[in-house]
């Protein structure tokens, strides 16, 4: 068998496939021959079929799918041998093929080929870095939050705005339950009660006390009713009766002081005495959440920079008509224009990526992603003040993480930003900007 290329255009490559009969018999008579010992034809033993009736069957169609096995192998071993960098796949040129009476062929196929990658256009340009100024409503948010994790349920007798029910509702008909009607043991939130009349009512109930009243008028967040009455949402509008509502057991949070016990359960590593210690502490760390908002968005700022700075040279043509024989449901064309192009936007900056990583030697080793891991977990042990596991403990999660072929994805197109995010620092012309928490948020959400 011969194969040739010539170029067909700066982004596409045609390979040209000489075979003969001898390239293919040796393949084909060994298919007939497994063939004739598992066929089973009235009137013969199991693998006693002659071979020319065999032949008459199965010869065609086992030569064509042998030549199309051949095809494919010596394809991709040119591609691999003389370092041909594609994209998507081969693609057999049109052209008539006469299997059955020709025993020598030559095939066609189209390639599309890798741009060179020229990132030069993209370093020493200016960009905007972003840096979010924790003020002191995030610092009392955050610490408002804190408390509420770290506080202590109570079960009180009386009800406050806030508190947690467990009641049971049941359905009335003329002021008494009705038979075969709702029954059902919940939960709700007073906070949740949206009709103020019905909630102030409920304000002045104590455990184990009662009040009648109509749900639907009570709860505006359809999903959240249904829930409560255990009925599915298409019932609801025929359910407008009264219920009685029996207040079982109250819930109530009460948060934690700000005081040394508190500030250890927080930060049980660090020593903190007083509040303005704790603030301060509160203030690096949301500083070293907020940077790493600020690295994404920077990532997603030069990562389109570059994208459009360097204009990479695709062979568009051939990748749609790639896309079209590959894809897994026919498309309208509107539809099919946009997913294409969306294809486009993808595969220009994983082309670009894969150059950074090469020229910058950044790699993801499984050594960085397991580092990366267990210091995850350790800050969420750390966030619900559980920092006592051993080393086999955590690492038995870390391990059952990695397993995780979706998040084990994730984390590994986290580091990336990480590491690609750096890359951008030390090759762009970074203007730094102070802005607020909410003035960053509305930059981002306008981010195309």
């Given at each position: ?242 219920f009685i509502c029996e207040v079982q057991n109250i819930s109530r949070l009460l948060p934690a002081e700000l005081n040394k016990d508190f ?60 896309l079209k024989n590959n894809a897994k449901k026919k498309f309208e064309n509107d539809e099919f224009e946009k997913e294409y192009n969306n ?5 220009s900056w994983q082309l670009i990526e894969n150059k950074i990583c090469q020229e910058n030697n950044i790699k993801i080793t499984n050594e ?81």
């Open positions: 068998m011969e194969i040739t290329h010539k170029s067909a255009g700066k982004t596409t490559m045609i390979l040209e496939i000489k075979m003969v009969e001898s390239d293919y018999k040796k393949s084909v008579n060994d298919s007939l021959i497994n063939y004739q010992k598992k066929m089973n034809l009235p009137g013969f033993r199991v693998g006693k079929v002659p071979m020319t009736i065999v032949k008459k069957k199965y010869e065609l169609p086992i030569k064509i799918d042998e030549i199309n096995k051949l095809l494919s192998d010596s394809i991709q071993n040119y591609i691999s041998k003389n370092k041909i960098l594609i994209l998507g796949g081969p693609m057999p040129l049109e052209k008539s093929i006469d299997f059955a009476n020709s025993i020598d062929y030559i095939f066609e196929y189209e390639l599309g080929l890798q741009p060179k990658i020229n990132l030069s256009k993209g370093e020493n340009q200016k960009i905007d870095y972003w840096v979010i100024d924790s003020k002191n409503k995030q610092i009392t948010e955050h610490i408002n939050s804190l408390t509420q994790r770290f506080g202590q349920v109570i079960n009180p007798d009386v009800i406050k705005k806030g508190d947690m029910l467990n009641v049971n509702f049941k359905q009335l008909e003329n002021g008494v339950p009705m038979e075969d009607g709702i029954n059902h043991a919940t939960s709700l939130l007073v906070d949740k009660i949206d009709d103020d009349k019905i909630q102030k009512q409920f304000l002045k109930l104590k455990k184990s006390d009662t009040i009648v009243f109509k749900p639907h008028k009570a709860f505006s967040n359809k999903t959240d009713l249904a829930s409560m009455l255990n009925v599915t949402k298409e019932k609801l509008p025929f359910i407008q009766s009264d500030f250890k359960k927080v930060y049980p590593e660090i020593e903190i005495k007083t509040e303005k210690e704790f603030k301060v502490q509160i203030k690096k760390e949301l500083d070293e959440t907020y940077i790493k908002e600020s690295d994404r968005k920077l990532f997603n700022d030069a990562s389109q920079f570059y994208i459009d700075k360097i204009k990479v040279d695709l062979p568009e043509e051939f990748l749609k008509r790639w294809y486009l936007k993808y595969l960085d992603l397991a580092k990366f891991a267990k210091n995850r977990v350790l800050n969420q042990m750390k966030s619900y003040g559980n920092v006592n596991l051993g080393d086999k403990e955590i690492e038995g999660i870390v391990s059952n993480i990695l397993q995780n072929k979706q998040e084990s994805e994730k984390m590994t197109n986290e580091i990336v930003v990480i590491q690609l995010s750096e890359y951008f620092k030390s090759k762009m012309k970074i203007k730094r900007n102070t802005v607020s928490l909410d003035e960053f948020i509305k930059l981002a959400n306008n981010q195309k």
